[in-house]
């Protein structure tokens, strides 16, 4: 025990306050990164704790990161560094209260966007995040208490003393290092022991298990990946597998336009609900029960880091979002095939809109709307501010609504005697879910959680925007024959889900799983749709509805219109979800290797490879396939 103190009095030459700083500091530093972990887990699983990489790789970095103090007794900049670390831990957590993963590196610099969603970002904020702010403060208080009861302390080191010093820390960094760097090498690398994680119950734990420093590393290599020829076999053998399950379906009727309306955070559970006898949704009520409406309530939310821009990505293009980042930030300029362009393929004359009450900055949407095939872009600016909603004062959606009826009318938005693809976005039901008492036509007591409350008005709110809509374009009869889609971009609970599921009233009406509803008015035949299906699955079925089978991306979902489409779909976190009693291994196997497979298309625009003589001739990406499949067998 005396060799181990001499050991450490050896690297540590530290003697009086200046000891107890040091040690205080670096305490205060472990514990931090231990407390983001902590936190981290509870909300996904706490096998990072069980994990030698989390304790190992921990204290690395800690030890690194108090270089200048041990090094250069550099205090201040210490604090400097707490401040900067409690902010990166802080606004990590809230990240992933809602999309389930780190930062990407890429999403810091859309810093500026935060002033749009100033109350969704503080809404995410939890008490216990106080506790990075706190130590930080409480440790700036005893270090300055400590400093002025010893002010003319010297503990008499020379600089030769110092060089010592810190020659000795820096090869007690490389002894802790050498045994995480030998674990990571057995293991095939880094950036292999992280793919490893990749499943249903790992996914979340390469921060905890890297620290956030070794998930942007891992972000960053990622991105420095070459394209090679394994990688097109890997797209193109499961391309070749998906035409098993792609539908080929013959169009049982004819849609001159289509209006497809993507309501904010809009979840299945408040369609058919009652509370306090109040129906909450009664005009999509109404709308469901109609002959001609085919109603899925099971779409599983599939978003990632890109929320509702990721859900565009999957209804306009048959593609999964990136397992790290946004595709509208990292790659605007790809080549995107979409239901937009498959529509104007099959009608020359054809336009498309895009409507949305929020900036042309947010989520790049200026870019990606245009390279996902809209012709015209309508953002904030082209919307009279009227029944505004939430931190941003938005146009309520009502309002939203009434003003679209209205170009549609004045066929500033419609071709007349054309086609039109018409894409509305809502933005009211946003979290925090807060809407002005004059806008509301429910009420509840108190019985009624608050944030439930909340959450039920606003889907109330949107509903009679609906409602309001439909009817008022069914009046229009030079619209021709219209496909109506309603669909939402995601649930809207997040983490919340469970905690408001514990109360009496939550357990009752709150599904417990990430459901969103799927309308298509003006179907071919009217039925509902039990089984489960994802969001990626909604852009094959509309090629079917719309009649527009023959072109050539079909993407990575399977219709619902196909009878052979099972009831199954796979979560962000890699689960299956739905029934699974009569697939086999095989295809659940390739339905979870499809988000790999996304994520290579998009990182490498694999699609560019058949933009000029496979996407734009219908039959010739799918011929290239089949010849691909048939010299392989």
Aim: hydrophobic fraction near 40%; charged fraction near 20%; proline fraction near 4%.
């Amino acid at each position: 025990m005396s060799q181990i103190s001499e050991y450490i009095r050896i690297i540590f030459p530290y003697r009086g306050s200046e000891k107890k700083i040091y040690w205080l500091l670096f305490m205060i530093l472990l514990v931090k990164f231990f407390c983001f972990d902590l936190i981290w887990c509870t909300s996904s699983t706490f096998t990072p704790f069980s994990k030698v990489d989390t304790y190992w790789d921990t204290l690395l970095v800690c030890l690194i990161l108090l270089i200048p103090l041990f090094c250069f007794r550099a205090i201040k900049f210490t604090f400097i560094l707490f401040i900067a670390l409690d902010l990166l831990f802080v606004s990590n957590l809230m990240y992933f209260r809602t999309y389930f993963t780190a930062i990407p590196i890429d999403s810091y610099k859309l810093i500026d966007n935060l002033s749009d969603f100033s109350t969704s970002v503080f809404d995410s904020l939890r008490v216990i995040d106080l506790l990075f702010p706190l130590s930080t403060v409480l440790a700036a208080i005893y270090v300055i208490k400590l400093s002025s009861q010893q002010k003319s302390h010297k503990n008499g080191r020379n600089l030769k003393t110092r060089l010592h010093t810190s020659l000795y820390y820096l090869l007690l960094i490389l002894a802790v290092f050498l045994f995480p760097f030998t674990w990571i090498k057995s293991h095939h690398g880094f950036m292999a022991a992280n793919e490893k994680l990749k499943n249903a119950y790992l996914y979340t734990c390469n921060v905890p298990m890297y620290t956030l420093f070794g998930a942007m590393y891992y972000d960053y290599a990622r991105e420095k990946d070459v394209y090679t020829e394994q990688i097109g076999e890997t797209i193109d053998n499961w391309l070749i597998q998906q035409q098993k399950y792609q539908s080929h379906a013959q169009p049982e009727t004819s849609y001159n336009n289509c209006i497809l309306i993507i309501a904010e955070s809009f979840e299945s559970w408040t369609i058919g609900l009652s509370v306090e006898g109040q129906e909450i949704t009664p005009n999509i009520n109404r709308l469901v029960k109609e002959p001609t409406t085919l109603y899925a309530p099971y779409v599983q939310t599939q978003v990632k880091g890109g929320r509702s821009i990721d859900a565009q990505l999957m209804f306009n293009c048959g593609l999964l979002p990136l397992i790290s980042g946004t595709y509208s930030i990292k790659y605007p300029n790809n080549f995107y095939p979409s239901i937009a362009k498959a529509f104007k393929i099959r009608y020359p004359d054809a336009k498309a809109y895009s409507l949305t009450t929020d900036k042309p900055m947010v989520w790049n949407q200026a870019i990606i709307e245009s390279a996902i095939g809209y012709d015209s872009l309508l953002f904030k600016n082209n919307f009279i501010q009227e029944e505004p909603v939430g931190s941003r004062k938005q146009v309520g959606d009502r309002a939203l609504f009434r003003q679209i009826a209205q170009k549609i009318a004045k066929r500033e938005v419609w071709k007349t005697g054309g086609h039109t693809f018409l894409q509305c976005l809502t933005y009211s039901g946003h979290n925090p879910f807060i809407l002005p008492e004059k806008l509301k036509q429910v009420h509840f007591s108190k019985a009624v959680p608050q944030r439930i409350n909340d959450y039920i008005t606003i889907a109330n709110y949107t509903d009679n925007a609906i409602g309001e809509f439909v009817n008022s374009i069914r009046n229009d009869k030079q619209l021709g024959s219209t496909l109506i889609v309603i669909t939402g971009d995601h649930e809207g609970l997040a983490d919340e889900r469970q905690i408001l599921r514990q109360t009496a009233l939550g357990k009752q009406i709150i599904s417990p799983h990430r459901f969103t509803p799927f309308i298509i008015l003006n179907a071919p035949q009217g039925t509902i749709y039990n089984k489960v299906m994802g969001e990626i699955d909604i852009y094959p079925t509309l090629l079917d509805l719309l009649g527009l089978n023959n072109y050539a991306w079909k993407g990575l979902g399977r219709s619902i219109i196909n009878k052979n489409t099972k009831g199954y779909t796979i979560t962000q976190e890699s689960n299956i979800i739905g029934d699974t009693t009569h697939v086999s291994s095989d295809e659940l196997n390739h339905a979870k290797q499809s988000w790999q497979v996304a994520d290579y298309i998009l990182r490498f625009n694999y699609l560019k490879r058949y933009s000029n003589i496979n996407i734009s001739h219908p039959n010739t990406a799918s011929a290239a396939f089949n010849k691909k499949a048939n010299s392989t067998n």
